[in-house]
């Protein structure tokens, strides 16, 4: 400093600002430039931005290793590094396991060149390799690479590609590899149509793979602002469907065009407005999905268009999507379509709707041809019901463009539920004591099965047996979404072999009354029986349906005597005979057993049936298997008092605490004061 004061007042206000220069941190390392033939143009391209969902999608038999990271209201997140916006995706170290893991999107037909930017950043000191793969024939052909060591700082690259067989869709593909030394994150994936002269029917890029250098930033280097974002509307969001594990899937992240989405009405009749009674009651409502008259609306109303094709069977399914808004518990929907073929298994479901959340694909609804009604035609399917509790909702309807057209989808929010049934009304108003519950809000639901005991239980090496289908690959879903079910999923020939059964060991009826209700659903050639165990061990079939698929939701209820005590209820699925290797699929949900009071154990005994079901009472029809879980068979009410007194010598205990705390310090206080006196 001494030095520099002794120059003069000019050389030295050339010196200083000399060494500022020098020790200004370096500027970020930019990238080539970008192609100057670049367009605007996304349309059936994969760019996204990542800020609310991660658009791309993950090979289907790996375990997803790709993470979305979202920032919070306040700004807050959770992730290696900063976002540069709302939200990046990244590799997760303890899922990949240090191996490369491909995040896939799609090109639509028709695009002859395209340009790609994207930006990256790493978390340690080791350089990690990230390769951007363009699909070429059956192989993924790497095109571009970086090895990025960028210490957290967001960088960004860019390269342009000349595309082989324009008239085919191909997939494209991020893959890299994250250690707990060093993670490797994407955000910002811009995906856009190339002008640029190609010749041939070549994969060409720019620059070429051998030409890309290692960019290795300074740690004082600032976040490279991203130069191009792309808006909601351009960024084409995929649906992350789960596909079956027989098959290659491929989603493609097509914007819709008109020309693909318009239906056509169905032949041989004029299009028109559907009556009043047909729609939805709660028109005054707002729509928590868009609605879509096809025929009339100059656009897609919101519903986004993509093709999901099986190589192995050489099929393709369409799918429609839309957003469900966050306040939406519950809609309402009517869908009229064309049936385009005579196949002669129209009567099978050939249209399916889902709810897709965070956690995963739900079916909430399926659209059945007519019975009888298995010509071409317009056809009207109508569905009300609950929603899954989840925020980033869609609404996904599949179905195959050669099967069917579409003319209109009618949404609307809904608040209505079913009312009570006569027989219900009139015995709601009696008091009962519940022993067991297991439903959508069952307090049982924080244990596997609501704590009952499969036999058998579906695991990771068994296919076959009773599960809970949380986030089942919807195709391998048939009947109408429950909020919540438990499903048993085997084949004739292992019912069979041994029936499958669920137990609810933890109800305990002295008086030998009680009454149990449910829902199930069945398919396949199979028998649904609840067996009730008593003190004796004597196993009473307190309820049965025939051999026959309840494809549809059927409620049951069911007040059978028990004369020597209640201990045990057992579902059993029991198999045809002879015994074949078709599917059986078995649905239980909403089940509750109650018991009365002392002041209403005369009550009447019956059984309810539910729309199209079966029952019989055979108090007579007892099996030979015995067993005591006597021990097992603990009320759920007598432990009720035992943690309320508990609860109670805790909170005073924390308050005795409280006091004595109180005690002391004023002792401290008092023996301070009177030391300093002395």
Same mark, same amino acid.
């Given at each position: 400093?001494?030095?520099?004061?002794?120059?003069?007042?000019?050389?030295?206000?050339?010196?200083?600002?000399?060494?500022?220069?020098?020790?200004?941190?370096?500027?970020?390392?930019?990238?080539?430039?970008?192609?100057?033939?670049?367009?605007?143009?996304?349309?059936?391209?994969?760019?996204?931005?990542?800020?609310?969902?991660?658009?791309?999608?993950?090979?289907?038999?790996?375990?997803?290793?790709?993470?979305?990271?979202?920032?919070?209201?306040?700004?807050?997140?959770?992730?290696?590094?900063?976002?540069?916006?709302?939200?990046?995706?990244?590799?997760?170290?303890?899922?990949?396991?240090?191996?490369?893991?491909?995040?896939?999107?799609?090109?639509?037909?028709?695009?002859?060149?395209?340009?790609?930017?994207?930006?990256?950043?790493?978390?340690?000191?080791?350089?990690?390799?990230?390769?951007?793969?363009?699909?070429?024939?059956?192989?993924?052909?790497?095109?571009?690479?970086?090895?990025?060591?960028?210490?957290?700082?967001?960088?960004?690259?860019?390269?342009?590609?000349?595309?082989?067989?324009?008239?085919?869709?191909?997939?494209?593909?991020?893959?890299?590899?994250?250690?707990?030394?060093?993670?490797?994150?994407?955000?910002?994936?811009?995906?856009?149509?190339?002008?640029?002269?190609?010749?041939?029917?070549?994969?060409?890029?720019?620059?070429?793979?051998?030409?890309?250098? $290692? %960019? !290795?930033? @300074? *740690? +004082?280097?600032? /976040? &490279? =602002? #991203? $130069? %191009? !974002?792309? @808006? *909601? +509307?351009?960024? /084409? &969001? =995929? #649906? $992350?469907? !789960?596909? @079956? *594990? +027989?098959?290659? /899937? &491929?989603? #493609? $992240?097509?914007?819709? @065009? *008109? +020309?693909?989405? /318009?239906?056509? #009405?169905?032949?041989?009749?004029?299009?028109?407005?559907?009556?009043?009674?047909?729609?939805?009651?709660?028109?005054?409502?707002?729509?928590?999905?868009?609605?879509?008259?096809?025929?009339?609306?100059?656009?897609?109303?919101?519903?986004?268009?993509?093709?999901?094709?099986?190589?192995?069977?050489?099929?393709?399914?369409?799918?429609?999507?839309?957003?469900?808004?966050?306040?939406?518990?519950?809609?309402?929907?009517?869908?009229?379509?064309?049936?385009?073929?005579?196949?002669?298994?129209?009567?099978?479901?050939?249209?399916?709707?889902?709810?897709?959340?965070?956690?995963?694909?739900?079916?909430?609804?399926?659209?059945?041809?007519?019975?009888?009604?298995?010509?071409?035609?317009?056809?009207?399917?109508?569905?009300?019901?609950?929603?899954?509790?989840?925020?980033?909702?869609?609404?996904?309807?599949?179905?195959?463009?050669?099967?069917?057209?579409?003319?209109?989808?009618?949404?609307?929010?809904?608040?209505?539920?079913?009312?009570?049934?006569?027989?219900?009304?009139?015995?709601?108003?009696?008091?009962?004591?519940?022993?067991?519950?297991?439903?959508?809000?069952?307090?049982?639901?924080?244990?596997?099965?609501?704590?009952?005991?499969?036999?058998?239980?579906?695991?990771?090496?068994?296919?076959?047996?009773?599960?809970?289908?949380?986030?089942?690959?919807?195709?391998?879903?048939?009947?109408?979404?429950?909020?919540?079910?438990?499903?048993?999923?085997?084949?004739?020939?292992?019912?069979?072999?041994?029936?499958?059964?669920?137990?609810?060991?933890?109800?305990?009826?002295?008086?030998?009354?009680?009454?149990?209700?449910?829902?199930?659903?069945?398919?396949?050639?199979?028998?649904?029986?609840?067996?009730?165990?008593?003190?004796?061990?004597?196993?009473?079939?307190?309820?049965?349906?025939?051999?026959?698929?309840?494809?549809?939701?059927?409620?049951?209820?069911?007040?059978?005597?028990?004369?020597?005590?209640?201990?045990?209820?057992?579902?059993?699925?029991?198999?045809?005979?002879?015994?074949?290797?078709?599917?059986?699929?078995?649905?239980?949900?909403?089940?509750?057993?109650?018991?009365?009071?002392?002041?209403?154990?005369?009550?009447?005994?019956?059984?309810?049936?539910?729309?199209?079901?079966?029952?019989?009472?055979?108090?007579?029809?007892?099996?030979?298997?015995?067993?005591?879980?006597?021990?097992?068979?603990?009320?759920?009410?007598?432990?009720?008092?035992?943690?309320?007194?508990?609860?109670?010598?805790?909170?005073?205990?924390?308050?005795?605490?409280?006091?004595?705390?109180?005690?002391?310090?004023?002792?401290?206080?008092?023996?301070?004061?009177?030391?300093?006196?002395?």
């Amino acid at each position: 400093m001494k030095i520099l004061l002794s120059f003069p007042g000019k050389t030295r206000l050339l010196l200083l600002c000399w060494s500022v220069l020098i020790l200004w941190p370096s500027a970020p390392a930019q990238p080539d430039e970008p192609d100057p033939q670049c367009t605007k143009d996304r349309k059936g391209l994969p760019a996204c931005n990542f800020n609310t969902r991660n658009c791309w999608n993950e090979p289907k038999d790996d375990e997803e290793a790709w993470s979305h990271v979202k920032v919070g209201g306040q700004g807050q997140y959770q992730g290696p590094v900063k976002p540069i916006e709302k939200g990046y995706v990244y590799v997760d170290p303890k899922i990949s396991q240090g191996l490369p893991r491909k995040l896939t999107g799609q090109i639509s037909t028709g695009k002859e060149a395209i340009c790609v930017t994207f930006y990256y950043a790493t978390t340690g000191n080791n350089s990690a390799p990230i390769t951007f793969y363009i699909q070429e024939g059956k192989v993924y052909s790497p095109v571009h690479r970086v090895e990025a060591n960028t210490g957290g700082i967001w960088l960004e690259t860019n390269f342009s590609c000349c595309l082989p067989d324009v008239n085919k869709k191909k997939l494209v593909a991020f893959e890299a590899a994250s250690t707990d030394d060093g993670i490797v994150a994407i955000d910002y994936v811009d995906v856009r149509r190339s002008n640029m002269n190609c010749t041939g029917d070549e994969l060409v890029c720019y620059p070429t793979l051998e030409e890309k250098t $290692t %960019v !290795t930033p @300074s *740690r +004082d280097q600032t /976040t &490279v =602002a #991203p $130069t %191009v !974002t792309p @808006s *909601r +509307d351009q960024t /084409t &969001v =995929a #649906p $992350t469907m !789960t596909p @079956s *594990r +027989d098959q290659t /899937t &491929v989603v #493609p $992240t097509m914007a819709p @065009s *008109r +020309d693909q989405i /318009t239906m056509a #009405p169905p032949k041989g009749q004029s299009h028109g407005e559907p009556s009043k009674d047909q729609r939805c009651a709660s028109d005054e409502m707002h729509s928590g999905v868009p609605s879509c008259d096809f025929n009339k609306s100059p656009d897609t109303c919101g519903w986004r268009l993509y093709d999901d094709i099986s190589y192995l069977d050489n099929t393709t399914h369409t799918i429609l999507v839309a957003d469900i808004e966050d306040d939406v518990e519950s809609i309402c929907m009517e869908v009229q379509f064309e049936v385009l073929t005579t196949q002669t298994d129209l009567g099978n479901i050939f249209a399916t709707f889902y709810t897709k959340t965070k956690k995963g694909a739900y079916l909430w609804s399926e659209v059945y041809n007519y019975k009888d009604e298995k010509q071409t035609g317009a056809k009207i399917n109508k569905f009300e019901g609950p929603l899954p509790e989840s925020t980033d909702r869609q609404i996904l309807f599949v179905f195959q463009r050669e099967t069917l057209n579409i003319d209109y989808i009618h949404i609307m929010a809904s608040h209505l539920t079913p009312p009570l049934s006569k027989e219900v009304q009139e015995t709601s108003t009696k008091k009962t004591n519940s022993l067991f519950t297991c439903s959508a809000n069952s307090p049982f639901l924080k244990q596997r099965l609501c704590g009952m005991t499969p036999v058998p239980e579906q695991g990771w090496s068994n296919v076959l047996g009773w599960t809970e289908p949380y986030y089942m690959n919807p195709r391998e879903d048939i009947f109408p979404r429950k909020r919540y079910y438990i499903l048993y999923k085997g084949t004739d020939q292992s019912l069979r072999d041994a029936p499958a059964t669920l137990s609810i060991s933890s109800v305990m009826s002295s008086t030998g009354v009680f009454t149990l209700s449910f829902s199930y659903a069945l398919s396949g050639n199979a028998k649904l029986e609840v067996r009730a165990l008593d003190v004796r061990g004597r196993d009473n079939l307190a309820w049965s349906s025939t051999y026959e698929s309840a494809r549809k939701w059927v409620e049951v209820k069911v007040t059978p005597v028990n004369s020597w005590g209640l201990t045990k209820i057992i579902f059993k699925v029991l198999g045809s005979s002879p015994s074949t290797d078709t599917p059986v699929y078995v649905g239980l949900t909403d089940i509750s057993i109650t018991v009365p009071d002392e002041d209403n154990s005369k009550d009447d005994i019956g059984i309810t049936r539910g729309v199209d079901g079966t029952g019989r009472v055979n108090g007579d029809d007892v099996d030979k298997n015995q067993g005591d879980d006597r021990d097992d068979t603990i009320s759920n009410h007598s432990g009720d008092d035992h943690e309320d007194k508990k609860d109670s010598f805790e909170q005073y205990g924390v308050i005795l605490l409280v006091l004595v705390l109180i005690i002391a310090v004023v002792v401290l206080i008092c023996c301070g004061e009177l030391l300093e006196k002395g």
